[in-house]
């Protein structure tokens, strides 16, 4: 018998085998020999190559929770079909607020739910409700207690609607049914914020009952903007002591997170006279930038308020970045005899950083946005018969302002919603009057049906 199969010892690979090879000696044997041994000697594995599978390995996927139910058990066998399916049809545009909060007259929303008897094995379905609630939920990124979902997020109702009065049954056959809806969603509360810290979204969450307990959801996200009316430029001022410099610059009253906005500059005061020479101030460099502050405070839920100090408290957070930044260092006008250096160069938001608009909300995250300016000067002395031959004194300052900036979404056309509405009879005007002349006259009917009449009359009469 070999002593060796496929370079194994087989001596080596089992005590057991030199039994086994004892009594079968014989060259028949052999093959039952090899099957044993190979039964007893394991295929080493290659390391690496293999994936794990473990149970203690997988992460519950996020799931979106329903309106008071939090969270439930994965793992287990295919839920049974719905007895509904329901799906909604927007009718309204977009809702975007106009004006700030404190003006805004809120947007209209509506719409149709579209719901459909689940027929393959269930015919016609008897609701016993059908509610639908436009849900506020704010999530916090940095939650008092991380693994905490009553710290990480809030819901709230904003409004309910109960299609359902009493029970209805909803026929297989007649296919699907449609139920409008519509509500004024007020224009104080905040738009639709996805921040660094926090968040705030709005969404549709319609809840249907069967008359033997069964549930359906179904839920559809509700974008909410918010623009500002363009107005005039703001125009400000901005003084340097201990010099005399005055810096002017002139904003637009709102930015977009899309394009660029012109800003212009003017500085005064940058020449000094004596009696035969002069002290002036050369612009060298001009750098701005636009930063965004975004601040939040992360509430605690009741089972976690003692690590803060108790209920109705919070953590507040701050997070700032650069959303918008250049170095210039040419452009600019200077006029020494005047004493002043003016130019105008375009600034933008860097689109591909996720900027945010402007927002404050009652919980406490509030989002605003500054232009930064920081001015690079030198100082030089020249005499006054010939200012071409202007000397560096080695003295420099770096003049840094800022200045607020509005971000908000471009509002189209800028009507509202109420803008919009047609006017009603009553609002209606009288006609004008009619004013007679050579060729035209009133006659007054004095017949007992015009109706009938209509057909006999002439302009002749």
């Not at 609607?161 to 509360?189: C, D, V, Y």
């Not at 810290?197 to 033997?212: F, Q």
């Not at 608009?357 to 509030?366: I, L, W």
Request: charged letters at 25%; aromatic letters at 6%.
């Amino acid at each position: 018998m070999p002593s060796k199969i496929f370079g194994i010892d087989l001596r080596r690979a089992s005590p057991q085998l030199d039994a086994v090879a004892a009594k079968n000696s014989s060259r028949d044997n052999v093959a039952e020999v090899r099957r044993t041994s190979m039964e007893h000697i394991k295929r080493p594995g290659l390391i690496g190559l293999g994936k794990k599978h473990s149970s203690h390995d997988k992460k519950d996927k996020d799931r979106s929770l329903s309106k008071d139910k939090h969270g439930r058990d994965g793992g287990r066998s295919p839920a049974p079909p719905k007895p509904v399916k329901m799906n909604m049809v927007m009718e309204s545009p977009p809702a975007l607020f106009i004006d700030p909060p404190q003006q805004s007259s809120g947007a209209l929303i509506s719409g149709r739910l579209q719901v459909s008897p689940n027929v393959v094995g269930m015919g016609d379905v008897t609701l016993d409700s059908i509610v639908m609630y436009l849900e506020c939920t704010t999530t916090t990124k940095r939650p008092v207690h991380e693994r905490c979902r009553e710290c990480m997020s809030t819901v709230t109702d904003l409004y309910e609607w109960n299609f359902l009065s009493k029970p209805k049954t909803f026929r297989g056959l007649a296919g699907t049914q449609e139920l409008p809806f519509s509500h004024l969603i007020p224009g104080h509360i905040p738009a639709t914020t996805h921040g660094q810290l926090g968040t705030i979204d709005y969404s549709l969450h319609v809840r249907a009952k069967t008359d033997d307990g069964v549930e359906t959801e179904y839920r559809r996200e509700l974008i909410v903007s918010r623009a500002l009316r363009p107005g005039n430029d703001k125009n400000s001022v901005r003084i340097f002591p201990p010099t005399n410099l005055t810096l002017h610059v002139t904003l637009p009253s709102i930015v977009h997170p899309i394009g660029d906005f012109p800003v212009q500059c003017r500085m005064t005061g940058i020449t000094t006279k004596r009696d035969d020479t002069q002290t002036r101030w050369k612009l060298r460099k001009l750098t701005w930038r636009i930063e965004e502050h975004e601040t939040t405070i992360s509430p605690a839920c009741p089972k976690h308020a003692a690590k803060i100090g108790g209920e109705g408290k919070g953590v507040q957070h701050q997070h700032d970045r650069d959303i918008g930044m250049d170095e210039l260092k040419q452009g600019w006008k200077t006029d020494y005899e005047d004493g002043q250096v003016e130019g105008e160069f375009t600034a933008g938001i860097d689109s591909s950083k996720n900027p945010q608009f402007d927002v404050e909300a009652p919980n406490g995250m509030k989002i605003t946005h500054n232009l930064v300016l920081e001015l690079v000067i030198a100082e030089e002395w020249a005499p006054n018969k010939k200012p071409q031959q202007a000397t560096p004194t080695g003295a420099a300052r770096v003049l840094r302002t800022q200045f607020n900036l509005n971000v908000t979404s471009r509002s189209g056309m800028g009507i509202s919603w109420d803008d919009e509405m047609p006017p009603m009879y009553e609002d209606v005007p009288a006609s004008p009057p009619h004013y007679q002349n050579d060729h035209t006259s009133v006659m007054d009917y004095e017949g007992d049906d015009i109706h009938e009449d209509i057909e006999h009359m002439t302009l002749n009469q």
